[in-house]
């Protein structure tokens, strides 16, 4: 109990103070444009005025956090799943095309490492254009993907997810090649006496080994995957997803949806994680193993 | 050799063999080079059955044969021969990758030869083999242009490639990239004095660290206007959190027993910092440092499709997709690779210099 709380308490304390800072900052920011107003408009003002009439503006120029919170609930709670304006709508499209392309890369990453474990070619003439691969500023390129494959008459959710797999493949092919390779060369000693073959070396050995090291990516891989998802979606027109909300409040200077779309990528992320997480605890757990 | 080998040899001669008889009943259009090439790569995969000269050059010298003489009639009616030939080479080079990975009497020197050339030719095949498909079957350019057009792109654009490159890479996210990291290094240092803030910040620095943070541009593009001011401080903001958490963890490696041992010498919390923690925690920096690299350069380029003055890396690539000169794009995206790669190549370089005790840098004992 006491541990749980000294480990939530520095935290919360973190928290708090980000926040206050965040009020000052909304105060201060938008002050310039209100006291302008309040001179045209000739009213005298006191500084409590200043501090309440800057926290409700339109379109701020830095929201404050409960307008954010106000926002997303009315856009999560008080309108349909179906409306256009509803960020379970927007938050559903790129969660779809994240998850995919998770997927699609987990699935890549892993046939990868394995064929670079198992083959010296592979390793040797791979690895080294593996890494040359994310020195790419794929993101950046992302767009290009995106119209590009759009023009050859594929749309919608492929060439987003196929962003999130080139940037989620990369930690899983690092993360399972070093897990392939970990297992203590007793352990491998012992399996040779056996007079395993090499098939059964890698399922009843080498596969379990890496089941720890591939959990760990795959944490790195979805969040990375979301990313990929959301600048996926910035060229598509603004049609839908998060990215899209993005791109749209800033043409129109909609701070707040700009920030209510920004805070539900930042708690999908987390849910995100988190579920992978949990996952991998359970998994290790029966596996035996510490998790 | 082993039966892998001898596996991917049988396919690779089966190809020339392939590539042969397809020249033959199409003599028309195939011509005497491509009957030629067969036979060549056929014998050379197929040798293995008699084991006569295995060397693994005569394998290299195949393939890239090949090679040259698929590139010497490369046009957009390419006769079908061509395409078992393809094959035949991609194979019969990669055997000659796996013989000589396989050698064992080889010197240090020729064998850090082979492990440098092995990914080139890789990275030499990919390219070839893009040219090939792109330029061979027809695709359209708009889809994906070869490299050849690529190449003539680049060389024809440099004045204005120099000027992006300026724009982005220097000015944007080479500036983001030291208010970033630096801040985030000192700030490391004067929350490592502070317990309570190390078990507050780390956990919200590795979630933010998480967070898709090139959201925020089109905010800085607000605060900061258009020019490269807005796109730094969003670099600024990305490199931030890696560093911080980075540099934090790697303060707290060092051992206790290391650390009493500087106690016993007297040493003050700067010796201390400098001497031990700093050395300890630089694999750690520099790991964030590489990460950074790519960071750096993404949010800058980002940050330029939510508004740009007429120059940098994201405006040319917006725009030039618009109007599909793809060919542009891809040069650009080939300046963007080659500053990421080397800036990563550079900091490698200097991690090894730094961090020349660490195990990972030792060299090996045969």
């Known amino acids: 109990m006491i541990s749980a709380l000294s480990r939530v308490f520095p935290i919360a304390t973190v928290v708090a103070a980000i926040m206050v800072v965040w009020y000052g900052f909304t105060v201060y920011l938008n002050s310039p444009w209100q006291i302008d107003r309040y001179e045209k408009a000739g009213i005298e003002w006191q500084m409590g005025d200043l501090v309440r009439d800057t926290m409700a503006h339109d379109r701020p120029v830095l929201p404050a956090p409960h ?38 890369g987990t699935i890549l990453g892993i046939g990868l490492a394995v064929s670079i474990v198992e083959n010296r070619a592979m390793d040797k003439s791979l690895m080294p254009w593996i890494i040359t691969s994310q020195t790419i500023p794929i993101l950046a390129i992302a767009p290009m993907i995106i119209v590009v494959l759009n023009a050859v008459g594929l749309s919608g959710l492929v060439p987003k997810a196929m962003i999130s797999t080139y940037l989620s493949f990369f930690p899983v092919v690092v993360g399972m090649v070093k897990g392939l390779r970990s297992p203590d060369p007793m352990h491998i000693d012992l399996m040779r006496t056996y007079n395993s073959s090499r098939l059964h070396m890698f399922w009843k050995l080498r596969l379990p080994a890496s089941v720890p090291f591939l959990f760990a990516s795959m944490k790195v891989a979805i969040a990375i995957s979301l990313v990929g998802a959301i600048v996926g979606e910035l060229p598509t027109g603004a049609v839908a997803g998060l990215g899209a909300r993005l791109l749209a409040g800033s043409y129109y200077g909609q701070t707040i949806q700009i920030w209510s779309a920004l805070i539900s990528a930042a708690c999908m992320a987390a849910i995100l994680v988190t579920v992978v997480s949990v996952i991998s605890h359970v998994t290790l757990k029966r596996m035996g193993l510490r998790a | 050799m082993t039966g892998f080998q001898r596996t991917i040899a049988s396919l690779g001669g089966a190809a020339g063999l392939a590539a042969m008889v397809l020249a033959i009943t199409d003599l028309g259009t195939s011509g ?47 006769p079908a021969a061509s395409w078992p030939l393809l094959i035949a080479c991609w194979l019969v080079g990669w055997l000659a990758v796996e013989k000589s990975l396989a050698a064992r009497d080889m010197s240090p020197t020729m064998s850090s030869i082979v492990s440098l050339a092995v990914p080139v030719f890789f990275g030499a095949w990919i390219i070839f083999v893009w040219e090939m498909l792109t330029v061979g079957l027809q695709v359209p350019t708009v889809l994906l242009p070869p490299p050849s057009m690529i190449a003539v792109r680049f060389a024809e654009s440099t004045s204005i490639l120099w000027a992006d490159f300026q724009q982005t ?76 958490v980075n540099t934090v963890a790697g303060l707290q490696a060092t051992q206790a027993m290391e650390r009493d041992l500087l106690r016993t010498y007297a040493s003050s919390y700067f010796q201390l910092l400098l001497k031990l923690r700093l050395p300890t925690a630089a694999p750690f920096i520099f790991n964030a440092l590489k990460i950074n690299s790519t960071l750096a350069l993404i949010g800058a380029i980002v940050a330029e499709f939510f508004g740009t003055p007429i120059v940098g890396l994201g405006f040319r690539i917006s725009t030039e997709v618009g109007r599909m000169n793809v060919d542009m794009v891809w040069a650009e995206i080939v300046v963007a690779a080659l500053a990421g790669s080397l800036s990563y190549g550079l900091l490698s370089l200097l991690e090894k210099q730094v961090t020349f005790w660490h195990p990972s840098n030792r060299r090996k004992i045969q």
Request: charge should be positive; aromatic fraction near 8%.
């Open chain 2, 169 to 244: 890479v220097i000015k944007a996210a080479l500036s983001g990239y030291i208010i970033g990291c630096g801040s985030a290094f000192i700030i490391a240092i004067l929350i490592d004095r502070v317990p309570f803030l190390q078990r507050g910040l780390l956990p919200v620095g590795n979630f933010i660290s998480a967070l898709p943070i090139v959201g925020i541009a089109p905010i800085m593009v607000m605060w900061f206007g258009f020019d490269w001011q807005s796109k730094a401080a969003v670099v600024v903001v990305m490199t931030f959190f890696p560093m911080l």
């Open chain 1, 67 to 104: 307008q954010i919170a106000i926002e997303i609930w009315k856009t999560t709670v008080e309108k349909k799943i179906t409306s256009k304006r509803s960020l379970i709508f927007h938050g559903s499209v790129t969660l779809s095309s994240t998850l995919l392309g998770f997927a699609m």
């Open chain 2, 32 to 78: 005497i080079g491509l009957i030629l090439g067969g036979i060549l790569l056929a014998g050379v995969g197929l040798r293995h059955r008699t084991g006569v000269m295995p060397q693994a050059r005569l394998d290299l010298a195949a393939s890239l044969g090949g090679m040259v003489l698929l590139l010497s009639m490369l046009d957009g009616d390419m």
